[in-house]
């Protein structure tokens, strides 16, 4: 990655335990007990799914009609039996590789929207566009509860993470898709996030050279696996290993970072998992937006004392 557009990968980041479990029909059974899926579904170098149309079912008129008799007029029969039942399921909405590419640009573009941002190239040209200590480029916010809330800057780095963000929670969900499903939505969604990231390099940044942007797509590639693998072993081991994840990537491992912004990232994506596992895969495929929480309600949430903290709290008072 280049300076400009985010820091170096931190160390790591790509620690984790693997787990493996198998999907599930229907309902999610636990989002928490199925994390790891194929690295392919994950790869941004995977051909569009637009490119990619099912299989045609004249494929079974390839082999050699038997001659037609009153013998073989039954097997015909099953024949055609089999095209239209192949035709049907080409064209059921969640097996068409058309719709999976629709439906998850669709709700990628709610999760890139989440931290947007934009260049003034004007103020670029002047020289007068504002630097991180890393040397980021500083872009103007769009109005993001992650810029206004938490304190994070409108760059490159913050948009793509806040992004992964909202593309874990969904990836999670996505695995326990039936098996010849699972692959196909997350590859889909990952699909679309490297497409903007590069155009963003190319058009927000000015990298005109495809080469060099191709190399740092390799580069977020690797901290996307990497996010993958800490946030699942957070989810996993607890609330304590998962806040650490978010505090490395999402906040650059700050030392100055507020332990409640800290909090309230956790438990947006603890109530985000919990309201994607509740709902069915039909509405999940349809519309699974509505499973984000709003991030400015978990603050309240975070604000009140646990049961040991209160204990904790009432001894501190009794004290002399």
């Not at 049907?88 to 719709?99: E, F, P, W």
Request: proline share 5%.
């Amino acid at each position: 990655m280049p300076k400009r557009l985010t820091a170096p990968l931190r160390p790591g980041s790509l620690g984790a335990s693997p787990l493996l479990s198998s999907p599930s029909r229907g309902r999610a059974r636990s989002i928490s007990s199925s994390f790891l899926s194929s690295p392919s579904a994950h790869s941004p170098l995977s051909s569009s799914p637009a490119h990619r149309g099912p299989t045609s079912p004249l494929s079974y008129l390839n082999a050699a009609a038997p001659e037609r008799t009153f013998s073989t007029s039954s097997s015909r029969l099953g024949l055609k039996d089999k095209l239209f039942g192949h035709v049907s399921k080409s064209l059921r909405a969640n097996q068409s590789s058309y719709y999976v590419y629709s439906a998850t640009e669709r709700v990628y573009k709610h999760c890139a929207s989440q931290a947007d941002y934009t260049i003034d190239e004007k103020r670029r040209k002047d020289d007068t566009l504002e630097m991180t200590a890393e040397g980021e480029e500083i872009g103007t916010s769009a109005g993001s509860v992650w810029h206004q809330e938490l304190g994070l800057l409108p760059t490159f780095s913050t948009w793509a993470h806040v992004t992964m963000l909202h593309m874990y929670l969904l990836a999670a969900r996505y695995r326990c898709f039936e098996p010849e499903l699972q692959q196909a939505w997350q590859a889909g969604l990952v699909n679309h996030f490297f497409y903007q990231a590069e155009a963003k390099m190319e058009v927000a940044h000015a990298l005109s050279s495809r080469a060099l942007r191709q190399r740092y797509l390799k580069d977020l590639f690797v901290q996307w696996r990497g996010v993958i693998l800490a946030y699942d072993e957070g989810v996993v081991k607890g609330d304590a290993v998962l806040a650490e994840a978010v505090w490395r990537n999402l906040f650059k491992a700050r030392e100055d970072v507020d332990a409640r912004k800290l909090a309230a990232v956790v438990a947006w994506m603890r109530a985000g998992l919990k309201n994607l596992a509740e709902m069915d895969d039909e509405a999940v495929q349809l519309d699974a937006t509505a499973a984000f929480p709003e991030l400015k309600g978990q603050f309240a949430l975070v604000d009140v004392p646990t049961a040991v903290l209160r204990g904790e709290l009432k001894k501190a008072e009794a004290k002399p």
